[in-house]
């Protein structure tokens, strides 16, 4: 009997039976146009991308343009690849478009879906990226589908690691690009990083789809990317903070060796802090408490940690002046080994040996965050639906099923229950050998690369040949999984592998071809793609003849989605097949994450040695059980992506900033409001509104307007004057550092001063965000112990992140005023000095045989043309010979480094601590 809402199902249709029927309208219309098209000429097809481009730069909506546009585009696949798309394909097309994920199963062929919608919306000029799992199938797509786009007058670009600067921003500004996840936003952050808007890759985000979303947007959406470099040296801050531990007593801190952590007590707190202020190492009116101390406690915590729960001789050994750590297994020395976030430094402060420095993180974003930049997000997957609520949640994605052009014709059995791994692995063997047997091929799906190499000794031992495919080398998956629908084949493959692939019945006859031709190069081509077709056809009828593609799934994983990829990978176009899982009481989601209610069920059921269960109710209990878990996971991502947008709303206010920066021709205006928000902020500090006079502190003021400033102004007599108040004071200052400013303009020359201010503003926030990202590092890690006091740490963190975030700003401001008033031109003598130690390092380079060697400040500072005392680089490549036609005055003369490239005015600095430093 039909329950009230299957029966309401029945007779209105589900809301995505609906969604589909009203877009076939749509493709009713593409379909009428097609005589139209096909009476185009080549030159045609691009004057209509022409045409439509006109019209989509005059306003025209895209939609008001998409059957023309589809058509067009099914017209080009046509003649490019031979390739008609179904009905199906254009729907497919349609939804992507409107920014959705199609879900669309294997074999429905979703790579020349992708060209519909990238088409109609790279008319707009902003271009489109269709992103890809791996390298190899972005530079496959890229090549296979760039014949499309080219039919259409329109380029392509790829994107890959290591590729040459130039031809990836060639690569940008095509119309369609295809790049992977973490390529696209390592650039977005290497972007955010550069210092001139001419060496930026991206030019924006304006429309994504996302291959196999799924994968990226979820799988890959747990760990963010995170560029980092060498930290600031912070050796003497390890040391001056070690010093205090041996004068705490036992009450100051509680030891907990089970749980191996430290923490201190009360009083601990109370005695630090007055240590610290002793020190000058905690400012006077700040507590140990405050956002601002974050950094500072965090090194506390860890020198504690390295006195009271890392034992020399026990826990490590100092040995050639270095902290080595033992494995408290085995008891071996683990060369090479640090511990992480500061406590090896802690360590090696408490040993007294020599501090090497820490790795620090100087960009990072999540998926989520990068993919949510994008003016319009679409993704393609095989499978999406069990994970509906998350793409709506986290990306405003809906998920729409797209119908199969033919009906779907594989067996998906009912699960077979093993007591013991032991017996699962006996029984899937025996499987294997009765499919194999009659010739049927088989892909057996594994978790992890261990079981799939068990499995395959156990086949070795049986005799039956086949091929192990770890997911190691991408080209060589693309040829196995090609190959794996042949008769007899036998394909054992970890959960991902082969994705953006397809298993084709009888085998894949381009792979034959290529396979063929490169073993005899002279041979003519059309008979052996004549004598290919031939055997595949014959290969096709045979395994058709066994059943189809056999999937056998060796155990479940935690998401019932990875377990519909693997069923998926058979019955592609209406091929017959079968899918099966095999499972055993002792797999992991058996053993943690199911009931007691299935051992029970089992017993009752009865189960004999060697014996399958076989049942609907196990089926049932496991999608329960996937289920719980497909939701925990879930809400560890969203909690994940709560703290990161607290970061993620501060990192576009800085990016946004940066590329106002950059785009500005000069920053005069930025420096000077920064200069006088700063003076207002000195003088109210000192000369406090409502206080009487004899209350301001005009000493301190004097003094700070000498430091921050450069000036030394009679600060104190001025305010000595008779009726003269706070914005009197204010304004002199104002005008007397203008003055100043004006003056430096004047001795560097307006251009050159104009890129001196745009530079350290640059550099300034750049270093002051990178301080940022580890004193929210720090805060992330310790925030969760406040939910012990009854205090919620999402708060807690949003609260401090935005204090510390104000405390950037404020910083900011002063540190380029600072800057920007201390600078001053280098005396002939200083250049004369700093050439002779640029000329004296090259003659030692080329006594030596030209060998790398690390750079003296003295000589990093030599090719900063015009500021004294530059802060030298911390190592460099081997000086040589400037760039032919070198100008250090004429930025033209110079090509186009990269910020890490040599110099080209040949001093063998790094650009970026050369001529690149302004």
Not at 498 to 505: A, E, N, P, S, Y
Request: proline share 4%; aromatic share 6%; charged share 30%.
């Amino acid at each position: 009997m039909l329950g009230i809402s299957s029966l309401a199902k029945k007779v209105f249709g589900t809301p995505n039976d609906r969604r589909v029927k009203a877009t076939l309208p749509l493709v009713e219309k593409i379909n009428a146009l097609e005589p139209e098209f096909e009476k185009l000429t080549d030159d045609g097809l691009k004057d209509k991308t022409a045409a439509l481009a006109e019209r989509a730069k005059a306003g025209e909506s895209l939609d008001a343009l998409l059957p023309e546009a589809f058509a067009n585009c099914r017209e080009a696949a046509r003649r490019a690849l031979g390739l008609r798309a179904f009905d199906t394909q254009l729907l497919g097309g349609i939804f992507l478009h409107q920014g959705n994920i199609a879900e669309m199963k294997t074999g429905e062929g979703k790579t020349l879906v992708a060209t519909f919608p990238a088409y109609l919306n790279a008319l707009t000029g902003k271009g489109v990226h269709i992103v890809t799992v791996n390298d190899y199938l972005a530079k496959r797509d890229a090549e296979w589908m760039g014949k499309v786009y080219a039919q259409l007058g329109m380029t392509t670009g790829v994107v890959y690691p290591q590729q040459p600067q130039a031809e990836k921003r060639e690569a940008y500004k095509a119309d369609v690009t295809y790049a992977t996840n973490n390529e696209l936003g390592f650039d977005y952050l290497r972007d955010n990083m550069k210092a001139q808007l001419s060496e930026m890759m991206q030019r924006g985000h304006n429309f994504a789809i996302v291959d196999e979303v799924d994968s990226i947007l979820i799988d890959e959406a747990r760990t963010p990317l995170i560029i980092s470099g060498p930290a600031q040296d912070r050796s003497q801050l390890y040391k001056e903070v070690d010093a205090f531990i041996p004068r705490l007593s036992d009450e100051h801190y509680e030891l907990d060796e089970k749980a191996r952590n430290v923490t201190f007590t009360d009083e601990g707190n109370e005695a630090l802090e007055e240590m610290l202020l002793a020190e000058g190492l905690l400012p006077e009116g700040q507590s140990l408490y405050d956002p601002q101390s974050t950094t500072l406690v965090h090194h506390v915590n860890q020198a504690i940690k390295a006195h009271r729960l890392f034992m020399r001789d026990q826990h490590y050994i100092v040995r050639d002046g270095q902290v080595v750590l033992i494995d408290e297994f085995t008891g071996r020395m683990m060369a090479g080994r640090r511990l992480s976030d500061g406590l090896h430094q802690a360590i090696e402060a408490k040993e007294g040996v020599a501090i090497q420095p820490e790795n620090t993180t100087l960009a990072s974003v999540t998926f989520q965050n990068y993919f949510r930049l994008y003016n319009k997000l679409a993704g393609m997957t095989g499978t999406a639906a069990t994970e509906a609520e998350e793409f709506m949640e986290i990306y405003r994605l809906g998920v729409v099923e797209v119908p199969t052009n033919r009906p779907v014709a594989r067996a998906d059995e009912h699960d077979q229950v093993y007591r013991t791994a032991r017996e699962k692995f006996e029984g899937i063997v025996d499987e294997i050998k009765v499919a194999h047997a009659k010739g049927q091929p088989i892909l057996v799906g594994t978790t992890s690369i261990e079981k799939s190499d068990m499995l395959s000794q156990l086949l070795q031992k049986e005799g039956v040949p086949h091929n192990v495919l770890n997911a190691r080398e991408h080209e060589r998956e693309a040829h196995i999984i090609a190959e794996a629908g042949k008769p007899n084949a036998v394909t054992i493959a970890t959960n991902m592998a082969g994705r953006g692939t397809d298993i084709q019945l009888g085998g894949n006859t381009d792979m034959k071809v290529m396979q063929a031709l490169e073993a005899d190069p002279e041979a003519d081509p059309e008979a052996i793609r004549a004598a290919a077709e031939a055997e595949t056809r014959a290969d096709k009828e045979t395994v058709l003849a066994a059943g189809g593609l056999f999937v056998l799934g060796t155990e479940r994983h935690e998401s019932r989605r990875i377990d519909n990829q693997l069923r998926g990978r058979s019955g592609r176009q209406g091929d017959p097949g079968r899918s099966v899982f095999f499972l055993s009481l002792e797999d992991d989601l058996m053993r943690i994450f199911n009931s007691a209610n299935l051992d029970n069920m089992l017993g009752k059921l009865g189960m004999k040695e060697g014996e399958a269960i076989v049942h609907p109710w196990v089926n049932k209990s496991l999608e329960r059980a996937q289920a719980k878990v497909e939701a925990r996971n879930f809400d560890i991502r969203k909690q994940l992506l709560k703290f990161d947008d607290v970061m993620n709303d501060q990192r576009k206010a800085i990016f946004g900033q940066r590329l106002e920066i950059m785009e500005a021709e000069d920053v005069a205006e930025i420096t000077r409001d920064m200069r006088h928000q700063v003076i207002e902020d000195l003088v109210a500090t000192a000369m406090p509104p409502r206080a009487y006079a004899d209350q301001w502190k005009t000493e301190e003021l004097q003094e700070q307007v000498k430091t921050i400033l450069g000036l030394d102004l009679p600060v104190v007599e001025k305010a000595a004057e008779e009726g003269i108040d706070d914005v009197e004071i204010r304004e002199w200052l104002e005008t007397e550092s203008d003055k100043l400013i004006a003056e430096k303009e004047a001795a560097f020359g307006e251009e050159t001063f104009r890129d001196l201010r745009k530079q350290v503003l640059l550099q300034t926030i750049d270093a002051k965000w990178r301080d940022h990202l580890l004193q929210l590092e720090h805060l992330r890690a310790v925030v969760g112990f406040r939910g012990y006091a009854q205090r919620d740490p999402l708060n807690e963190y949003k609260t401090e992140g935005f204090q510390l975030f104000g405390a950037l700003l404020e910083s900011l401001r002063a540190e380029v005023t600072q800057k920007l008033c201390a600078v001053r031109p280098m005396t002939e003598d200083e250049q004369k000095a700093m050439l002779a130690q640029v000329m004296e390092q090259r003659r030692r380079l080329a006594a030596a045989g030209g060998a790398q060697t690390p750079t003296t400040p003295g000589a990093a500072a030599a090719a900063a043309p015009a500021m004294a005392g530059a802060a030298a680089g911390a190592g460099a490549a081997a000086a040589g010979e400037a760039r032919p036609g070198f100008d250090p005055d004429d930025r033209a003369t110079w090509g186009d480094p990269g910020r890490n490239d040599p110099c080209p005015c040949g001093s063998g600095q790094k650009f970026k601590h050369c001529h690149g430093k302004f």
